[in-house]
């Protein structure tokens, strides 16, 4: 006998909203969603007056860190709409699993694009340091300055939930604001090794550095978001838990998989042995109340069931 069910305990969040069951969306989706829009704002008048500064001074970490900030502009605007689209999709049968998802999507996308950029800041900074560029200094600093402490505010305002219901578009969104501030960072130590030691070298090593960093972020982002896109175990300590509870009566878990549904959302699919077969209502109820399983598909097997 095949019985399934979603465990009550853990759509407390969504019964404020028919439209959030099933949909499998963050307890914060649209706090967060907010934020986002909030912050994208703010990175685009940032973007304008680095690249501009940047252009008039002459200072390749000045540009570099206006064509990061450019990255993360695009991103945070994946990340909005990803938010919104959630949104609009929630409980469409279109998604078998819900819009839970989208946003892993969206990170998934933001990754690449901290790739790209950390290539194209990489190839511009080292021609810059082939080529060296008269560069004003004096001028450049204050523009550095300001953008990172405008990245600093935005990257406190992003912060992301370290729990184990961590929202991956916002944590890719945050992400690609942190990389900018250790950009932002460097770009600041270039400028000033160059202008009180006239080291002409410092300000694209400054980029090159930064390009490492950028590059660094974005494949932990990849990684993090590709696991959950391609379904891999998200939780062994989960999984452990399902595991024991089921077996908890002396039955044999034949079969189990667990996987991702969206932030602080897990699905599992079991099959349990039993002599006699036991009841899929009391190997339900064991699980009751366990954080973060929102979706139970339980097989029951009597003697001699294999796997």
Not at 31 to 54: D, F, K, S, Y
Not at 85 to 97: D, I, V
Not at 239 to 250: D, F, S, V
Not at 293 to 299: A, D, F, I, K, Q
């Amino acid at each position: 006998m095949t019985e399934t069910a979603s465990v009550p305990e853990t759509l407390d969040v969504y019964r404020t909203s028919q439209a959030y069951l099933g949909a499998f969306l963050g307890a914060d989706h649209r706090r967060n969603e907010r934020r986002t829009w909030v912050v994208t704002a703010v990175c685009a008048i940032t973007l304008a007056a680095q690249v501009a500064g940047g252009l008039l001074f002459r200072s390749m970490a000045l540009t570099a860190a206006g064509l990061h900030m450019a990255a993360h502009v695009a991103a945070l605007l994946v990340a909005a709409g990803a938010y919104g689209l959630a949104r609009r999709y929630a409980g469409s049968p279109r998604f078998t699993w819900g819009a839970g998802k989208l946003g892993d999507l969206a990170g998934f996308a933001n990754a690449v694009v901290l790739g790209l950029t950390a290539v194209l800041i990489a190839v511009e900074s080292g021609r810059r340091l082939l080529q060296p560029q008269a560069v004003n200094y004096a001028s450049a600093l204050p523009l550095a300055g300001g953008g990172l402490v405008v990245t600093l505010v935005c990257v406190w305002l992003l912060r992301p939930d370290r729990s184990a219901a961590q929202d991956l578009n916002l944590s890719a969104a945050h992400l690609h604001l942190s990389a900018d501030a250790g950009v932002g960072v460097l770009t600041i130590a270039g400028l000033v090794l160059g202008w009180r030691l006239g080291w002409a070298w410092a300000d694209p090593l400054a980029g090159l550095a930064g390009a490492a960093l950028v590059a660094q972020f974005g494949v932990s982002l990849i990684r993090r978001t590709a696991a959950t896109l391609l379904d891999m175990t998200p939780s062994s300590d989960l999984t452990a838990e399902i595991r024991a509870r089921l077996q908890a009566g002396g039955e044999r878990v034949l079969d189990l998989h667990v996987w991702r549904l969206g932030p602080g959302h897990h699905a599992a699919v079991a099959v349990v042995s039993a002599e006699p077969a036991p009841s899929t209502q009391v190997l339900r109820a064991r699980l009751t109340g366990l954080p973060g399983l929102s979706h139970l598909t339980v097989e029951a097997r009597g003697p001699g069931a294999r796997t």
